[in-house]
């Protein structure tokens, strides 16, 4: 769980990297447009494999 201002950090420090593909760059923009610092915390649930 993260809260919202962490995640935005991380996503910016990922984007900032030159090895992040174009479509995970793209996601991540994305998700970064929608999060606010102000939001309620961030849950990602996702199927291991």
Not at 19 to 30: F, I, M, Y
Not at 36 to 48: C, Q, S, T, Y
Request: net charge neutral.
């Amino acid at each position: 769980m993260f809260e919202p201002w962490q995640l935005i950090k991380h996503i910016e420090t990922r984007l900032a990297k030159r090895d992040c593909s174009t479509q995970d760059r793209k996601k991540l923009e994305e998700m970064l447009k929608s999060l606010d610092e102000d939001d309620n915390n961030v849950l990602f649930i996702a199927k291991l494999k």
